[in-house]
């Protein structure tokens, strides 16, 4: 997995408190070891330099290495060209794909329907559990129940 991190509009009003940093990178270290394969923060401004090394210190050093920070500059576009296709990054990133890769509806659509999707397995799991049933294959329960998540805040 790579991560390409966009940090334009990242300012003090927006950053994350360093306690929910270091939430993160637990999680991330100990529930997806070695899940990382590069990290790639692009045009981080000074305030995460400094972020950066507050949080370094507790950060695996097999997971530090696989973490890069491409600067604004002349040297950007072959920094960025080195780890990706470029044809397959927007470019407002610094690719060449001049369209939107991210639709939003349809991202919304595909974690509704997986909301819903552990709903019904976790309401299987609790019929199963109050029957006195220790069967965790759940193959054979049918529902007509739909269960859908609230609408989403955000604006489509």
Request: proline share 5%; with cysteine; charged share 20%.
């Amino acid at each position: 997995m790579t991560w390409l991190i966009d940090f334009e509009g990242y300012s003090m009003r927006n950053a994350p408190a360093i306690r929910t940093s270091l939430q993160v990178l637990h999680t991330l270290q100990n529930h997806y070891p070695e899940r990382l394969g590069s990290a790639v923060c692009y045009h981080a401004p000074g305030l995460f330099s400094l972020t950066w090394k507050a949080v370094g210190p507790f950060i695996d050093p097999v997971t530090k290495k696989k973490i890069a920070f491409i600067d604004k500059g002349p040297q950007e576009a072959s920094e960025l060209a080195e780890r990706f296709n470029l044809d397959h990054i927007e470019a407002c990133m610094g690719g060449n794909h001049k369209d939107m890769l991210f639709n939003l509806q349809q991202y919304r659509q595909r974690m509704e329907a997986e909301d819903a999707s552990v709903a019904n397995s976790i309401r299987m799991l609790a019929i199963h559990g109050t029957s006195g049933s220790h069967s965790s294959d759940l193959s054979d329960v049918s529902s007509n129940t739909n269960y859908v998540r609230s609408p989403s805040p955000m604006v489509a």
